[in-house]
């Protein structure tokens, strides 16, 4: 079984500034997908980038970037020149190539920006 | 694209009253979907695999008896809950994706309270 471990429950960052959130997971499989989402106040959650794990290219979405190291097991989200709108929480998902969207979220990280 | 409605929003209920929780694909056809259950500031938890056609896949733990998933066809979803009690008071969120390997998208949850 999959698992996924976000080891920060709660993080702040000032506006503008630029903030990491870490996860590691662990499987056996060699083709997987993993995504960081985040659900703001109102609960909606929303997909904020996704890595394909045959990929060696860092995903880039705007502000926000991975560092995947798969030999490491590790997935980390750097949100650049952080917004106040980035307030939320952030989950850590692993999805495997076989199992036609099932996924595992880690325990999530609650991220504050600072005016 | 890749809208999931889901609906109602929030309900309040009786003990010993039973609720249905709907999950729409807008603009996609969904084989797939998953019910999760989200205790505040916690992670989700997934409740179940809705199938298309057949009978949903339970997680450990979830009694199939309490809470009824019915995939009636391939844009529609109905999580109820039976008999329901305070403890089953949480917030509900349902996914789908549009193909094996794509992002979830995810209703905008239920908020359920049961008095």
């Known amino acids: 079984a999959q698992t996924v471990t976000q080891s920060q429950p709660e993080m702040s960052v000032q506006e503008a500034e630029t903030v990491t959130l870490s996860c590691t997971y662990d499987?056996?499989?060699?083709?997987?997908?993993l995504f960081w989402y985040k659900q703001p106040p109102s609960r909606q959650m929303i997909l904020v980038i996704r890595?394909?794990?045959?990929?060696?290219q860092n995903a880039t979405e705007n502000r926000f970037s991975v560092n995947f190291q798969k030999a490491a097991k590790s997935f980390s989200l750097k949100i650049s020149d952080s917004q106040l709108g980035d307030t939320a929480m952030y989950f850590c998902?692993?999805?495997?190539?076989?199992?036609?969207?099932?996924?595992?979220f880690g325990d999530g990280t609650t991220l504050t920006v600072k005016p | 694209g890749a809208v999931v409605s889901q609906h109602p929003s929030w309900v309040i209920c009786k003990s010993g009253t039973s609720v249905k929780i709907e999950c729409r694909s807008l603009?996609?056809?969904?084989?797939?979907m998953f019910w999760y259950r989200q205790f505040p500031k916690q992670s989700l938890m997934l409740m179940a695999t809705?199938?298309?056609?057949?009978?949903?896949?339970?997680e450990q733990g979830v009694e199939k008896d309490k809470f009824l998933i019915n995939h009636a066809s391939l844009t529609l979803s109905t999580l109820t809950v039976t008999s329901a009690h305070p403890e089953d008071s949480s917030f509900y969120i349902c996914?789908?994706?549009?193909?094996?390997?794509?992002?979830?998208?995810f209703g905008n949850g239920t908020r359920l309270t049961v008095t």
């Open positions: 996914s789908a994706s549009n193909t094996g390997n794509s992002p979830l998208h």
């Open positions: 890595q394909e794990a045959y990929k060696q």
């Open positions: 809705s199938n298309e056609g057949s009978k949903a896949t339970y």
């Open positions: 499987t056996s499989e060699n083709n997987y997908y």
């Open positions: 603009d996609f056809q969904a084989t797939t």
């Open positions: 998902a692993f999805m495997g190539n076989t199992n036609a969207g099932k996924s595992t």
